[in-house]
């Protein structure tokens, strides 16, 4: 029987364990076939890790060479510079918001999608398309468009345009978030798909109504798919870039309101050269998404059910 | 009381009608971003605010016109050429380097293959901007800012993780009996991965093309900070020139090029929503 299960790491036995030499040939073929991989992980990834963190401890500015400064970057970051904290504020709100809208409208069309005799298909790729498109800039400038001033949404709703307000932008950016609910859609539909229907069955020859059989089979069932969703969308919205530079013409703006991380770092890296700034940034970004992952990890050992492991 | 063998007319499914009508209905909604750009690409200039109407009271083809002129006296023609060569470079580079490290991940054994595939899963949810100020200076160093390389080089180094755990998922469910039957035959891990597996792996293959050329040909961030002079801009890059334009007068010619730009991606999803949703679905679950 197929699982669901986030991949931990390859366990395939080898065919016949080959002879000696054998071995240490297809050993060779092996890292030929890797070296590509490996040179990049190497030289773009970890040599590049490994620089910014130094950096980070520096003051450079691409032209002079970097400038040991300890923590300065940090304590400056942390206790002089508003504006970081306005764009840890305007990530986090925006992360808390558009990620639970996003998975639970995606939960939401997978379990209506579920059951379709006709047009299941359909449904699923027009969802999906938003997905595709959404994260273009000429999406970014629609949606600037339709909640500005005198755009879609103010005509609908009169509060006058939401792109302009400081206490509403980031909810414009936030539903364009929502908007590509697809993704997640079809992996939660495929997820709920490896459902065997047998549990329902029994669920309801034992008279359980529609609401405990949500509640005691599909969610813990889906509780992997539900899982990988979770900490894929909320690592993506943490570095949710595009629509913040469009909405605000690359300044988070209104009032720093869409000043989101990536857009903070972006100017302090590339536009105001202090690539040491930008540098320590980043290491807190990454500290921060690894520990975030590491918490929505360890908790959930609680909620996520893996049927290959009944005996954890 | 009717019988079984009584032919019952069947109960009209009122729940189906009504989650069908949901369903459109939330599609309707959902499209209208998309409308919205079609209709006001098409728009007199002093209709795109003062009017309500979502269709122009005339087309004002004049507008895309203006967009294929494109911007900073670059047409749109070499835009769409330059966005074409880097996605379609990515394409390339993607699928060779991906498919390499996947067939050893999924396939063959080596050491250190646990933690380097655990390593390896993990740079999926490494934050692109933990490594991109000094991505950033080695191209500098390299002479390579403001050129493609930055852009197209790193997929060939397999570095979208992504997509060698994608294509891994897939060549893991095909039957071993086949590499075993190639190596009787006389083929080592090179002659069956290019002659037996690469040909089968051919729908993920598919797949991460699709995904590399759409999320390139969208991608902002890395075409901002790498390319700056205005002949070298991609489609994306160009619609950057108008974020800042305030004049409302822009808005027609804006909007058409923003219709360009997208153009591809729409046709793409057409052609190949099948491998796109699947691969979607697939790389969230093991089979």
């Not at chain 1, 909810?171 to 697809?182: D, I, K, N, P, S």
């Not at chain 1, 069955?201 to 359980?208: K, N, T």
């Not at chain 2, 792996?201 to 969208?218: D, E, K, M, Q």
């Amino acid at each position: 029987m197929t699982t669901t299960q986030i991949p931990t790491a390859v366990r395939t036995p080898d065919v016949d364990p080959p002879s000696k030499p054998r071995r240490r040939q297809r050993e060779g073929a092996a890292w030929v076939f890797l070296s590509p991989w490996v040179l990049g992980a190497a030289v773009l990834t970890l040599l590049p890790m490994a620089v910014s963190l130094y950096l980070s401890f520096t003051d450079y500015d691409l032209f002079n060479p970097p400038q040991w400064v300890g923590l300065r970057n940090y304590t400056q970051m942390f206790t002089e510079d508003p504006r970081y904290w306005r764009s840890v504020v305007a990530t986090l709100t925006y992360v808390v918001i558009a990620v639970p809208l996003q998975l639970g409208l995606a939960l939401v069309v997978a379990l209506a999608l579920k059951n379709m005799r006709r047009g299941k298909g359909f449904y699923r790729s027009a969802f999906y398309a938003p997905s595709l498109l959404g994260t273009s800039m000429s999406i970014a400038l629609v949606w600037r468009a339709i909640f500005n001033d005198g755009g879609t949404v103010d005509n609908l709703l009169g509060t006058g345009g939401w792109v302009n307000k400081p206490g509403w932008a980031l909810f414009a950016v936030a539903l364009l978030t929502v908007w590509q609910f697809g993704a997640p859609m079809v992996i939660f539909l495929a997820g709920l798909q490896q459902i065997p229907t047998e549990l329902y069955e029994a669920a309801s020859v034992d008279g359980a109504s529609r609401w405990r059989q949500f509640l005691s089979i599909t969610v813990p069932m889906l509780s992997p798919v539900i899982f990988f969703n979770l900490v894929l969308q909320t690592i993506q919205a943490f570095q949710v870039f595009t629509p913040a530079f469009a909405v605000s013409a690359g300044k988070g703006g209104p009032a720093d309101s869409t000043l989101f991380y990536t857009l903070y770092l972006y100017d302090r890296g590339f536009v105001a050269s202090h690539m040491g700034y930008a540098s320590a940034m980043a290491w807190v970004l990454l500290l921060v998404i690894g520990a975030v992952t590491a918490v929505l990890f360890r908790t959930s050992r609680s909620w996520v059910f893996y049927a290959s492991e009944g005996d954890r | 009381m009717t019988t079984s063998t009584v032919a019952v007319r069947k109960p009209v499914a009122w729940h189906r009608i009504a989650l069908h009508l949901g369903c459109l209905a939330a599609l309707l909604v959902m499209l209208y971003p998309l409308a919205w750009l079609l209709a006001t690409s098409l728009k007199p200039a002093n209709e795109v605010i003062a009017s309500l109407d979502l269709l122009p009271s005339s087309l004002e083809w004049s507008n895309y016109q203006t967009a294929l002129d494109g911007v900073n006296d670059v047409s749109v023609w070499q835009l769409l050429g330059n966005s074409l060569f880097i996605a379609g470079g990515a394409v390339v580079g993607n699928v060779l380097s991906c498919s390499l490290a996947a067939y050893a991940f999924a396939r063959l054994r080596f050491r250190f293959r646990g933690p380097l595939f655990a390593f390896m899963i993990a740079t999926i949810m490494l934050p692109h901007h933990a490594v991109l100020i000094p991505q950033y200076i080695i191209f500098n160093q390299l002479g390579m800012v403001n050129t493609y390389w930055p852009l197209i080089l790193p997929k060939f180094l397999a570095t979208e993780a992504f997509f060698v755990f994608l294509i891994v998922q897939f060549m893991r469910g095909l039957p071993r009996e086949l590499e075993e039957a190639a190596r009787i035959d006389g083929c080592g891990p090179f002659r069956s991965f290019f002659l037996v597996i690469l040909p089968l792996t051919r729908p993920a293959l598919i797949t991460t093309a699709i995904f590399t050329f759409i999320w390139t040909w969208n991608d902002f961030f890395t075409q901002l900070i790498y390319l700056f002079s205005p002949e070298k801009f991609t489609l994306t890059l160009a619609l950057r020139s108008f974020v800042d334009a305030s004049s409302q007068s822009a808005f027609g010619p804006m909007f058409a090029m923003s219709v360009i730009a997208l153009l591809p991606i729409v046709l793409f999803f057409l052609a190949f929503q099948r491998f796109l949703v699947e691969g979607m679905a697939n790389s969230g679950i093991k089979g």
